[in-house]
């Protein structure tokens, strides 16, 4: 059982903004920046968001992820029919002393 | 270029051994941290295992402690997955991954992965 939650499913039409959230504790996101990623179905997943708000380099700006607390956010504007996927927030736990990853959240294009 | 190809696995009766291994390319190596994060079928993320650029620390989920050995030999640019006593329960597919900057898993996630392999438990 994951201790980072995210609700199973989002959705929104082409253009529309989509916000995704990740609900932790005092020993992962709120001591330890959030990290975001997608993953298409049998493929490997990719990171698209890591220190809570950095972006790699390739991935489009209309991905956004903020933190405050023990909750973090990645935000979808823009949304595109490529961005159908499996989105999951991660975190460092240091209870666990391991990483720890949330749910999942399966975003659909309407 | 980074890249990162895993092999070693297959099928495997319950409390069976396989070694899964990493070839890493494209970096330096024994700097990195490195990850094995598998994901059984129709399921999430799970992170298994986190080894330092030196083999300086070690870490592992509750659920395979005792029974998986994680290693790296940096001469071989190679990351290796000891897993014994196998269960039903680990059938997944296992990624090696690499951390995203040399702060490691804890601060910047995992930037590069590999296809991943699978692993299936199974009489």
């Known amino acids: 059982q994951s201790v980072l939650t995210q609700p199973p499913s989002a959705s929104g039409t082409p253009g529309q903004r989509v916000t995704i959230s990740c609900s932790g504790s005092?020993?992962?996101?709120?001591?330890?920046?959030v990290n975001w990623y997608q993953q298409f179905p049998r493929t490997a997943p990719k990171l698209l968001i890591y220190?809570?708000?950095q972006r790699p380099s390739g991935v489009p700006d209309r991905f956004s992820g903020s933190k405050s607390g023990t909750s973090a956010s990645l935000a979808i504007s823009g949304l595109q029919s490529e961005d159908e996927a499996d989105y999951y927030c991660?975190?460092?736990?240091?209870?666990?002393?391991?990483?720890?990853f949330g749910t999942g959240t399966k975003v659909t294009v309407l | 270029e980074v890249l990162l190809v895993e092999s070693g696995g297959g099928l495997v009766k319950p409390g069976g051994s396989l070694r899964l291994t990493c070839a890493a390319s494209?970096?330096?190596?024994?700097?990195?941290?490195m990850n094995w994060v598998r994901q059984a079928p129709g399921k999430g993320l799970e992170w298994v295992s986190s080894?330092?650029?030196?083999?300086?620390?070690?870490y592992y989920v509750d659920s395979v402690k005792g029974r998986f050995t994680i290693s790296r030999d940096n001469a071989k640019n190679s990351l290796y997955l000891q897993m014994n006593s196998l269960r039903a329960e680990d059938t997944a597919v296992y990624y090696c991954?690499?951390?995203?900057?040399?702060?490691?898993?804890?601060?910047?996630?995992?930037?590069?992965w590999g296809e991943g392999t699978l692993v299936t438990v199974s009489s």
């Open positions: 991954a690499r951390a995203t900057t040399l702060s490691g898993i804890a601060a910047s996630g995992t930037a590069y």
């Open positions: 494209g970096f330096t190596f024994s700097s990195y941290s």
């Open positions: 080894i330092g650029g030196s083999g300086g620390y070690i």
């Open positions: 005092s020993s992962n996101i709120g001591s330890y920046t």
């Open positions: 220190s809570n708000d």
């Open positions: 991660a975190a460092w736990d240091d209870t666990l002393n391991g990483c720890v």
